[in-house]
């Protein structure tokens, strides 16, 4: 994998998207958005907050949904190219936001509206959750990793592979511009999350390209 290669379109081929291990899934109830706050308060306020408390799931994934939801979609488009808040290479938004809140772990499907929970192994996601609390100690919300499904820009561009890691930085800035807007707290994390993809898909198809805390400001 080479990162400082020229990303140079291709003409189209078929794929086929990664199919997640889906126990169970429920709506996403959209959360009304704060209003009152300029786009500057929220621009200038946002930090890093690692000090976090737990806060309802339908919050969080309101907020989420808000981040990621597309404000534009062609159900004919053979890429599955949409329009977001963050921007992307080609408009393709392969990465999927999971979420491990609790005991559980869930896929916020941006596209269905729906939050969808994972089977996931037990051990792992403790093993995981232990590493998040070894980088940030005191952050007591929940945690994400962005896991991008190469299928879509492996077959859109020879040299994908740095457009997934520039859109993920594009997206943690979104999420935390919306985790202040909303009152949440976010931090990224510098741990990438590896293991994580590797526990869905051992095919090398899905790469953990970031993750973060996220929860209720103390
Ligand atoms: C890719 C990335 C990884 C980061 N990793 C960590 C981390 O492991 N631990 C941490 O406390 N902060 C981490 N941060 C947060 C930065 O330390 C923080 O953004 C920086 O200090 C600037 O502060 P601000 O976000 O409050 O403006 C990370 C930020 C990014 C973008």
Same mark, same amino acid.
């Given at each position: *994998? ?47 907050? !690692? ?19 597309? !404000? ?22 392969p ?14 499907n941006?596209? !269905? ?38 299928? !879509? ?35 990224? *994390? +510098?741990?990438? +999350?590896?293991?994580v993809a ?11 390209? +970031? ?8």
């Amino acid at each position: *994998m080479l990162l400082t290669e020229e990303p140079v379109p291709l003409s189209l081929k078929a794929y086929s998207d990664f199919r997640w291990p889906v126990e169970f899934s429920s709506g996403i109830e959209r959360y009304k958005v704060p209003h009152g706050r300029s786009f500057v308060d929220v621009f200038e306020s946002r930090r890093s907050i !690692r000090e976090l408390k737990r806060v309802p799931l339908d919050l969080l994934a309101g907020a989420l949904l808000f981040a990621l939801e597309p !404000r534009w979609l062609n159900d004919a488009d053979a890429l599955k190219r949409t329009k977001r808040p963050s921007v992307s290479a080609g408009a393709l938004h392969p990465i999927s936001v999971i979420l491990f809140f609790e005991s559980d772990v869930y896929l916020v499907n941006a596209e !269905r509206a729906e939050l969808e929970r994972l089977l996931f192994p037990e051990q792992k996601r403790r093993h995981w959750i232990e590493k998040c609390h070894q980088v940030l100690p005191k952050a007591n919300g929940a945690f994400l990793v962005l896991i991008a499904d190469i299928a !879509r820009p492996e077959i859109a561009y020879e040299n994908f592979e740095s457009l997934l890691l520039r859109d993920a930085g594009a997206l943690l800035q979104t999420i935390g511009l919306v985790a202040e807007l909303f009152g949440l707290g976010f931090c990224p *994390m +510098g741990v990438l +999350g590896t293991e994580v993809a590797n526990s869905f898909d051992s095919n090398n198809k899905l790469w953990a390209v +970031g993750t973060g805390a996220i929860g209720g400001t103390v």
